[in-house]
């Protein structure tokens, strides 16, 4: 199966004058922010989380939930087509990489069978520095 061609291609240098070095480091070079230290790992605020680098829609607030591992954590994307997920075995075991459909920027992974007590059987652990949040209007 090929996988999807981002719309939104930019270079290095073009996304390094739009991001700032911790956020190019997660989103366009797949890094890891460390756990519990995320401006969304706690956030129960109501909204949509959007791609910090393009701005695309990616997960709603009412899929989040509370998984204790030191990222926020979505049962859901908002939409199939909104993410893609691919094989990761960067560090020597298997992973699924989730990236944005829209830009190509590494989002998180996501991980299956964990016993979560949520409408599907998946954790998207995703980078609080991969996302922004746009609250809903009161």
């Given at each position: 199966m090929?996988?999807?061609?981002?719309?939104?291609q930019l270079s290095d240098s073009e996304w390094r004058q739009r991001l700032s070095?911790?956020?190019f480091r997660v989103l366009r070079q797949a890094g890891t922010e460390a756990p519990f230290t995320g401006e969304y790992t706690?956030?129960?605020?109501?909204?949509?989380?959007?791609?910090?680098?393009?701005?695309?829609?990616?997960?709603?607030?009412?899929?989040k939930f509370?998984?204790?591992?030191?990222?926020?954590?979505?049962f859901s994307?908002?939409?199939g087509e909104k993410i893609i997920e691919r094989v990761d075995t960067s560090l020597g075991m298997r992973r699924v990489e989730v990236l944005c459909a829209n830009c190509g920027s590494h989002l998180g992974h996501v991980f299956e069978g964990e016993g979560y007590d949520t409408p599907t059987d998946l954790r998207y652990c995703i980078n609080s520095i991969s996302m922004r949040l746009e609250p809903d209007e009161a």
């Open positions: 090929t996988e999807p061609k981002p719309k939104l070095a911790p956020e706690d956030t129960k605020t109501s909204g949509v989380y959007r791609c910090r680098a393009c701005g695309e829609e990616l997960f709603r607030s009412d899929s509370d998984s204790h591992c030191g990222w926020p954590s979505f994307p908002l939409a």
